[in-house]
């Protein structure tokens, strides 16, 4: 049997959200093939095949279009009538990925692979599963009453499925997948000796995504000429060009520069605190390994959602300015201990720690209707 993960990497949230499936999938039925194909880059027409390459561009300079754009396109008619004028736009590039896979049943972790995919997959299709990877606020391109499965992570989001007209039994909270070294049992002294960091000092951790986006700078900046006694790790993710500038400068002794790691469950587990934006994989993978988060920026529209997430489950503070990272970080230092408690224990409540496997259970269960 052979399952195609359709995904793209606009943002990192959607190729970590489709590899922790991927995982779960070959963990729970071995004998099943899986491949990830990025459906934007390798088959989508010029200029969407460039999404990919341009994301962190349009984020980072047009913050303002994105966020009006979203809005005007977020809802089940315009959504509809968008997909609509893409149609003929779209219909070779589909129609080429169609033969080139042949596949026993389809996953889609991105909004622009799902209903123009369900086109031209035509009558007799294998079964399509749609994986959302938006955490709250998820567009109406993620919904098409076609889909034999719609998998959302929160009831916030499975609400707004409802309203899209995807029916009741057709769509489940199943949590947001998150790779399985998020769920591995690491305490934070035996992180810091796998890191080289002292395990004395108080640790934070900032990151910005994969691209590095800002407000990476200015914090870092601040964190410079601030004084405080802690421990800085700094992830720079793709962004080559900040962590060069940053290698360039003066740093107190106790701070870590990286680019593109591969090992972050271990960077979060040995921090006391986690600043980054608010990517719905990054707040998944920070809560699934107890660490409280400071979020400093948000994607108008899809991920400001994510925000009042966080704030209502009690899983951390919005910051959105260096002074206010400053400010909360001095009294998470006197109460860093009772924080990371509260934190834990709300895991279970979010399905953080079996969020994958239940995904990948409800995909298995749909593969003996393709054969």
Same mark, same amino acid.
């Given at each position: 049997?052979?399952?195609?993960?359709?995904?793209?990497?606009?943002?990192?949230?959607?190729?970590?959200?489709?590899?922790?499936?991927?995982?779960?999938?070959?963990?729970?039925?071995?004998?099943?093939?899986?491949?990830?194909?990025?459906?934007?880059?390798?088959?989508?027409?010029?200029?969407?095949?460039?999404?990919?390459?341009?994301?962190?561009?349009?984020?980072?300079?047009?913050?303002?279009?994105?966020?009006?754009?979203?809005?005007?396109?977020?809802?089940?008619?315009?959504?509809?009538?968008?997909?609509?004028?893409?149609?003929?736009?779209?219909?070779?590039?589909?129609?080429?990925?169609?033969?080139?896979?042949?596949?026993?049943?389809?996953?889609?972790?991105?909004?622009?692979?799902?209903?123009?995919?369900?086109?031209?997959?035509?009558?007799?299709?294998?079964?399509?599963?749609?994986?959302?990877?938006?955490?709250?606020?998820?567009?109406?391109?993620?919904?098409?009453?076609?889909?034999?499965?719609?998998?959302?992570?929160?009831?916030?989001?499975?609400?707004?499925?409802?309203?899209?007209?995807?029916?009741?039994?057709?769509?489940?909270?199943?949590?947001?997948?998150?790779?399985?070294?998020?769920?591995?049992?690491?305490?934070?002294?035996?992180?810091?000796?796998?890191?080289?960091?002292?395990?004395?000092?108080?640790?934070?951790?900032?990151?910005?995504?994969?691209?590095?986006?800002?407000?990476?700078?200015?914090?870092?900046?601040?964190?410079?000429?601030? %004084?405080?006694?802690?421990?800085?790790?700094?992830?720079?993710?793709?962004?080559?060009?900040?962590?060069?500038?940053?290698?360039?400068?003066?740093?107190?002794?106790?701070?870590?520069?990286?680019?593109?790691?591969?090992?972050?469950?271990?960077?979060?587990?040995?921090?006391?605190?986690?600043?980054?934006?608010?990517?719905?994989?990054?707040?998944?993978?920070?809560? %699934?390994?107890?660490?409280?988060?400071?979020?400093?920026?948000?994607?108008?529209?899809?991920?400001?959602? %994510?925000?009042?997430?966080?704030?209502?489950? %009690?899983?951390?503070?919005?910051?959105?300015?260096?002074?206010?990272?400053?400010?909360?970080?001095?009294?998470?230092?006197?109460?860093?201990?009772?924080?990371?408690?509260?934190?834990?224990?709300?895991?279970?409540?979010?399905?953080?720690?079996?969020?994958?496997?239940?995904?990948?259970?409800?995909?298995?269960?749909?593969?003996?209707?393709?054969?």
């Amino acid at each position: 049997m052979k399952v195609i993960i359709l995904m793209s990497d606009t943002g990192g949230g959607h190729r970590s959200v489709a590899a922790a499936v991927k995982s779960a999938l070959v963990t729970e039925k071995p004998e099943i093939s899986v491949e990830l194909v990025d459906g934007l880059l390798d088959y989508a027409p010029y200029p969407l095949n460039r999404l990919p390459d341009w994301y962190a561009t349009i984020i980072a300079r047009f913050v303002g279009l994105w966020r009006y754009g979203y809005l005007l396109t977020d809802g089940p008619v315009r959504a509809q009538m968008l997909n609509l004028l893409a149609r003929p736009f779209l219909r070779s590039s589909v129609h080429r990925f169609v033969e080139q896979h042949q596949c026993d049943l389809l996953v889609s972790t991105h909004p622009m692979l799902v209903s123009s995919i369900l086109d031209g997959l035509g009558v007799n299709r294998p079964p399509f599963v749609t994986v959302v990877t938006d955490l709250v606020t998820a567009h109406a391109w993620w919904f098409d009453i076609r889909a034999d499965l719609t998998l959302v992570p929160t009831e916030e989001a499975r609400n707004k499925a409802l309203k899209c007209g995807i029916a009741s039994d057709q769509v489940q909270v199943a949590g947001l997948p998150v790779s399985g070294s998020f769920s591995k049992k690491l305490n934070r002294k035996l992180a810091h000796e796998k890191l080289g960091w002292d395990s004395s000092a108080f640790t934070v951790l900032l990151m910005a995504g994969a691209e590095g986006m800002e407000p990476l700078w200015d914090i870092a900046n601040a964190f410079r000429s601030s %004084n405080m006694a802690l421990q800085l790790a700094i992830v720079c993710g793709r962004n080559e060009r900040i962590l060069s500038e940053f290698q360039a400068l003066d740093w107190p002794a106790d701070t870590y520069l990286y680019g593109f790691v591969d090992n972050m469950s271990v960077l979060i587990r040995g921090a006391d605190v986690v600043i980054t934006k608010a990517g719905p994989s990054t707040v998944m993978e920070v809560i %699934n390994c107890g660490r409280p988060l400071l979020l400093c920026g948000a994607i108008p529209g899809q991920e400001d959602g %994510n925000v009042r997430f966080v704030l209502e489950n %009690n899983l951390g503070w919005w910051t959105p300015f260096p002074e206010d990272v400053l400010s909360r970080l001095r009294v998470l230092q006197r109460m860093d201990t009772r924080r990371k408690d509260s934190v834990s224990m709300a895991i279970d409540s979010l399905f953080a720690s079996r969020s994958a496997s239940t995904v990948a259970s409800e995909i298995i269960g749909l593969l003996p209707k393709a054969v």
